[in-house]
């Protein structure tokens, strides 16, 4: 499976998830089967002005390939040069965002504002592809239509011929339209038939998936190469490599659907990518910023947590390191079978306790 030059060891790829998909959340993803991730949308006139913090939200490292920065704006010269400073940066792939439904992305001429303005949008997916060095592939996300009109869907049609024929190396469509936002579900039918339409073109689908089985499902009922995991992966790193485990399992046996339902992740591994997660968003943001984005991924991943409920709302409660790390040793210690986490050694993991100093949490 190749992305232009870019060879991807799976078909699941971690999501751009705005507040989310930092280092932090790939490498965790990634020491978990996840072979390719996409940076949160990054606004080109923030990476032109080069200011404070823009280095946190933009370092990779060598564990962090390879990845797709994906860039939002609305014109065509900042976009390019924007995406010259991430490939300088070392990302492999520039993704183009025009897909985002949210009202004040779009209203400022971005994101999924192109679905309705496909002049400014071919010219972005040209101004980029003419910027970007030719090794570097190009893609673009796109949402199936702004809205549900056949007019609309004209316009998906003209942005999707454009990136092909600017020699995009794929187009990632998410089965909502901008319109619909989040509500209602993903068309995947609509993903299965621009596949057959273009199956010489590498696809990205997404949408509802939600699980390693709706991972694989996505692949299997439409087609599409590679299937991007957005609000499935939060608190939930494991969903890569179990989706690769029954993708492996289905292609083996040809009986589709899961053999047998797969097992959620131990006390001691749920503890273990807590405590991965935590340090390395701690080395990225600090331990303020860090505890603020951590007690949001605790409240996820207490999902699979044997007392779900109760754990969830301790995470909530958090509002310093100390109660974090309470939280750890009273839910997360030991694990059914008696098991103790084991200690871990790299750089980016440290399982001990945390400062005491107050987070100052927003609640
Ligand atoms: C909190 C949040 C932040 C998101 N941020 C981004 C983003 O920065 N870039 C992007 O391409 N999509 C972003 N998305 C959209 C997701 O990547 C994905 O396309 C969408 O959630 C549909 O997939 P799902 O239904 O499987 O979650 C975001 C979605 C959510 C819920």
Redesign the pocket.
């Known amino acids: 499976m190749r992305i232009g030059s870019i060879q991807l060891e799976s078909p699941f790829c971690q999501?751009?998830?705005?507040?989310?998909?930092d280092r932090a959340m790939r490498l965790v993803a990634r020491r978990r089967g996840c072979s390719y991730a996409?940076t949160?949308?990054l606004l080109d006139t923030i990476l032109l002005s080069g200011g404070l913090g823009l280095k946190k939200s933009i370092d990779i490292n060598d564990e962090d390939h390879p990845i797709a920065g994906?860039l939002i704006g609305s014109q065509a010269d900042t976009m390019a040069r924007a995406a010259k400073i991430l490939v300088d940066h070392g990302y492999d792939v520039i993704d183009l965002?025009f897909?985002?439904p949210v009202k004040k992305i779009k209203n400022a001429a971005r994101g999924g504002h192109m679905l309705r303005d496909v002049v400014r949008g071919v010219e972005i997916l040209q101004a980029v592809r003419d910027a970007v060095a030719p090794h570097v592939p190009t893609t673009v996300?796109l949402r199936r239509s702004f809205d549900d009109t056949a007019a609309s869907a004209e316009q998906f049609e003209q942005l999707l011929e454009a990136a092909w024929g600017y020699g995009y190396g794929a187009v990632r469509v998410?089965g909502r339209t901008v319109q619909q936002k989040?509500q209602g579900r993903?068309q995947w039918e609509i993903l299965r038939k621009i596949k057959q339409r273009y199956p010489d073109r590498v696809i990205l689908g997404?949408?509802?998936?939600?699980t390693a089985e709706d991972a694989v499902a996505m692949k299997q009922q439409t087609g599409v190469d590679v299937v991007?995991?957005?609000?499935?992966a939060i608190g939930n790193p494991w969903i890569f490599q179990n989706a690769r485990q029954l993708l492996d399992q289905q292609n083996q046996t040809g009986v589709t659907g899961a053999a047998a339902p797969l097992s959620p992740p131990g006390i001691h591994q749920q503890r273990q990518a807590l405590c991965e997660h935590f340090a390395i968003a701690m080395q990225i943001h600090g331990e303020q910023v860090a505890g603020r984005r951590m007690r949001k991924m605790g409240i996820k991943y207490a999902r699979f947590h044997p007392q779900a409920v109760e754990v969830k709302q301790a995470f909530i409660k958090i509002i310093s390191l100390r109660q974090w790390n309470e939280v750890l040793d009273r839910y997360y210690k030991v694990d059914a079978a008696g098991v103790w986490p084991s200690p871990h050694s790299s750089d980016e993991v440290n399982n001990e306790p945390f400062s005491d100093k107050l987070l100052e949490l927003e609640v």
């Open positions: 999501a751009g998830l705005a507040g989310y998909s996409v949160e949308a994906q965002n897909a985002c996300s998410h989040y993903a997404s949408g509802d998936v939600f991007w995991i957005a609000r499935g």
